[in-house]
Structure formats: structure tokens, C-alpha cells
């Protein structure tokens, strides 16, 4: 096993009384965004909301992550299947690695297979942009239904 990584999740506002239940369990299991790390311990270094549109806290939460030892910085799922998904996603991900200098990863548990449906059905995610967005969450549907 490789050394730990410790990580800090931004999660959106809207979910901020989010216990972290499916992005603790993704983690815990490596699925989603969190297979990247299927070889080495994971230590959860910082968990917080983004507060709310326009995400005044990404300016200033990812500072307190690094400082105790945040590598990578995950945008939760959340950011991404809520409706409508964030429209700060990609400035969120700019900064903070501009700024901070430590990896930024969108997403973090599997995408819900009910997220999938209707944002199939809306076509929010059809172009390439949003479809490289989403390719660290999206798995398979047995993945996926368990995360419903």
C-alpha cells in the first residue's frame, strides 16, 4: 500500500446538512472519483460547503485544507447532479489550483443512477465538457443504483 493521501471535499451549499454519508462510503470503498486512490490509505483532511452561490468559501476553505495537508481537493458529486448542476464548477476548479497549487478533482461518490436518468432525459451533460466532467463518478449501474 502506498502512502496516504489526505483529501479536503467541497460539497454544495444546498446539501450543507449533508451528513457525507455516500462521499464517506465512496471513500471507504474506493468507487467514484475516489477509485484513483484503490492502492492507498485516504485521510479526510477538511469537509465544508462551498456557501452557497457564488461560492464565496473557495476562496478560502481550500487554504485551511492545505494547511493540514490536503494533496487533492474533491468538488463533490453534489455540485454536479444537483439541478441545476453549478455554473462555478470549472472557475471553482481554476482557482483553487491556481491559487493553492494542489489537484483538484470534480466529484466524489458514484453519480445515483436517478441523477443519471433525468439528466439524460434534460441532455444536461451531452456535450464534451460536461461528459469529461462527470467520467470520474459515472460507473457502472449496479454501482450506480446502489448510490440511488
Known amino acids: 500500500m502506498r502512502d496516504t493521501i489526505k483529501i479536503g471535499i467541497i460539497i454544495c451549499d ?13 471513500m471507504r470503498n474506493r468507487e467514484g472519483a ?5 492502492d492507498q490509505q485516504v485521510e479526510l483532511v477538511g469537509y465544508t460547503t462551498c456557501d452557497g452561490c457564488p461560492g464565496g468559501n ?4 481550500p487554504e ?17 447532479v444537483g439541478y441545476p448542476p453549478c455554473p462555478y464548477l470549472e472557475y471553482f476548479q481554476d482557482f483553487i ?4 497549487k494542489v489537484r483538484v478533482v470534480v466529484g466524489t461518490h458514484p453519480i445515483p443512477e436517478k441523477y443519471l436518468k433525468i439528466h439524460s432525459k434534460l441532455k444536461t451533460w451531452e456535450s464534451p465538457q460536461w461528459r469529461e466532467l462527470i467520467r470520474p463518478t459515472l460507473t457502472d449501474e449496479q454501482t450506480r443504483l446502489a448510490y440511488d
Open 58 to 61: 473557495v476562496e478560502y476553505a
Open 97 to 100: 489550483e491556481a491559487q493553492y
Open 34 to 38: 475516489f477509485s484513483i486512490y484503490k
Open 64 to 80: 485551511e485544507m492545505v494547511k493540514n495537508g490536503a494533496q487533492v481537493i474533491h468538488l463533490a458529486t453534489g455540485l454536479v
Open 14 to 26: 444546498r446539501y450543507r446538512t449533508c451528513a457525507g454519508g455516500k462521499c464517506l462510503r465512496s
